[in-house]
């Protein structure tokens, strides 16, 4: 079954501390994974992909196949960065998965 | 400019009543979809039209109904409205119908059956 499972609701860390957003998916093709931003009051919008490695908002994910994980990592948080954010996995074709979502709060 | 964009903003109505959503994208992309979030901000697919054609229905009621009179569009008609609808409704867009497709999100449409 194609899944992708987004285990905390809710992630509360100070400013400048370490954080770290849980994905894991299930799927037994080659993925295709994302991560996605919602801030307050703001559509939805794509914050990553794993294709392109690449940083923003000093924000990371890496795709770990053996562990099927993909988590969003950045290493210092800040106020801004408190947001709801959603783990995407696009199958083959037209889909795309979303996990429940994990909403950061980042505190002063 | 707005990519994608969606009326109305919010929307309440009475339960058995019949109402639509309108999308629209100016971004040439060729393939749509609908999401419905719900209130616990679980997001799930409902429908994928690629050059108007419908690619992907996902398990929604028949009295949802969607069409795309061109590309450019992609409208949701609901039918007899149930307190269960009640939930955000996001429209998206998207270049690449497969892999790679980044998907452009309009702001959301409110439901709100009472």
């Known amino acids: 079954a194609q899944r992708v499972t987004q285990p905390e609701k809710l992630l509360s860390v100070f400013k400048g501390a370490p954080v770290e957003l849980k994905c894991n998916y299930s799927?037994?093709?080659?993925?295709?994974l994302f991560w996605y931003v919602q801030y307050s009051r703001q559509r939805l919008q794509l914050l990553l992909r794993?294709?392109s490695r690449e940083s923003i908002k000093g924000f990371t994910a890496d795709l770990n196949k053996g562990e099927t994980s993909f988590h969003l990592k950045k290493p210092f948080a800040q106020e801004e960065d408190s947001a709801m954010y959603y783990c995407?996995?696009?199958?083959?074709?037209?889909?795309?998965?979303f996990g429940a979502g994990t909403r950061l709060f980042v505190k002063a | 400019d707005t990519a994608v964009s969606q009326t109305p903003k919010y929307l309440v109505t009475q339960m058995g009543n019949d109402k639509s959503i309108k999308c629209e994208q100016n971004?040439?992309?060729?393939?749509m979809y609908w999401y419905k979030q719900d209130s616990k901000k679980f997001l799930k697919i409902m429908f994928s039209?690629?050059?108007?054609?419908?690619?992907i229905n996902e398990t929604v009621p028949n009295r949802f109904s969607p069409k795309s009179p061109d590309k450019a569009h992609l409208n949701l008609h609901i039918n007899s409205l149930e307190l269960g609808d009640s939930a955000v409704y996001f429209c998206?867009?998207?270049?690449?119908?497969?892999?790679?497709?980044?998907?452009?999100f309009g702001p959301g449409t409110r439901l709100t059956v009472t």
């Open positions: 971004l040439g992309h060729d393939t």
């Open positions: 799927y037994s093709g080659s993925p295709e």
């Open positions: 995407a996995l696009m199958t083959g074709g037209f889909k795309t998965i």
């Open positions: 998206a867009s998207s270049q690449d119908a497969g892999f790679r497709g980044e998907q452009y």
């Open positions: 794993h294709i």
């Open positions: 039209y690629n050059n108007k054609e419908l690619i």
